[in-house]
């Protein structure tokens, strides 16, 4: 035979097995670089400084750094959109939110991405609840006192939330419905935004994400009656669930968890989820989730493909519920 003809034939079958063996290959090398991970929200905001902390746990298990790509704007979509494209070898990470992963494809008519269809689900990092909190300058210390107080109010009362479309949003409108009252929504770009906004009496109420107000309810400027989880929060043991104060309906809360592009081996998702577990089972990052009002709340790709589905069909009902208008 052609030594030329022999040699052709060694580099195709070298073509194939590379091909059929290189994720595997891959996998068993993997992690061998550092790993991005797009938070698809502001450097210092709440997802950016819980990535940071869950990267330097990390770091002693997969060896290699986790390097935070901040990629903030429109609701998330422009983060989100980027890894959806990126490549499936496991280098670069989304860290996804209830808002990206759940709501949005509910809210929106036209999405960069589908967050089934483009990802692969690897862990669920941490849960959230809302709190209801007003201003120092309205006169309310309890939920039936905030009720009397808007139901006099009427003509001028409104309610904030952190953006059209959002958990925020959905638990006002839920309280709104719910108490028979007819205030106005203002939506605002972020928790921050709207907790200012409550500072200075612009709103008379909102559903905030309480690390953002706490700060300010310990100065005495604002005043948290109630919470959105299905439990108390640990760092508010004395303040009543939503659900206890009779607005059984409004349950409202967020979740981040970590994604990767569809595609992505499954060895190499379940390296990373593994790690991921481990991580949130040492005392100290455990310790400094709570400090900042978030539950640790693993869970397993299987499990968190499920969570996500069930999380999609629950808030395409809240959004019926509600009447919203998708976006464009």
């Known amino acids: ?21 290189a994720p595997g290959a891959f996998a068993q090398a993997f992690p061998n670089r550092p790993i991005t991970l797009v938070v698809p929200g502001p450097a210092g905001g709440t997802p950016d400084i819980v990535a940071r902390q869950l990267g330097q746990q990390l770091l002693g298990d997969l060896g290699q750094p986790l390097i935070v790509d901040n990629r903030a704007g429109a609701n998330g979509n422009i983060g989100v959109g980027a890894v959806a494209k990126a ?12 808002q990206t992963m759940a709501i949005n494809p509910v809210v929106f008519k036209k999405l960069p ?29 309890n939920m039936t006192e905030l009720l009397a107080w808007l139901k006099a109010n009427s003509d001028k009362a ?15 409108e839920m309280f709104n419905r719910k108490a028979g009252l007819k205030m106005v929504h203002v939506p605002y770009k972020g928790s921050a935004p709207l907790v200012n906004e409550l ?4 709103v008379h109420l909102g559903f905030v994400v309480p690390q953002v ?19 108390r929060s640990a760092n508010m043991p004395l303040v009543p669930t939503m659900k206890e104060l009779g607005f059984e309906s409004v349950v409202a809360g967020g979740w981040y968890g970590l994604f990767a ?14 790690a991921v577990g481990s991580a949130l089972s040492t005392p100290a990052l455990k310790k400094f989730l709570m400090d900042q009002d ?22 395409r009902a809240t959004v019926v519920r509600t009447d919203f208008k998708a976006e464009e």
Do not use: C
């Open 1 to 21: 035979m052609n030594p030329v003809s022999i040699s052709r034939r060694r580099a195709v079958l070298a073509a194939i097995l590379a091909t059929t063996w």
């Open 87 to 98: 490549s499936p070898d496991g280098y670069t990470l989304l860290m996804g939110f209830a």
């Open 113 to 141: 991405y589908d967050p089934v269809a483009d990802f692969v689900p690897i862990a669920r990092l941490v849960e959230f609840e809302l709190a209801l909190a007003v201003p120092a300058s309205v006169p309310a210390t």
């Open 158 to 172: 409104s309610y904030g939330s952190f953006g059209t479309g959002t958990p925020s949003q959905f638990a006002g």
């Open 199 to 202: 500072l200075g009496g612009q």
């Open 213 to 231: 107000a706490l700060p300010h309810v310990k100065s005495g400027k604002l005043r948290i009656l109630a919470v959105t989880g299905e439990r």
């Open 261 to 274: 592009p569809k595609g992505t081996p499954v060895d190499i998702v379940d390296r990373i989820g593994k």
């Open 294 to 315: 978030l539950n640790p709340a693993y869970q397993g790709w299987r499990e968190f493909a499920a969570f996500q589905q069930t999380e999609i069909a629950r808030w």
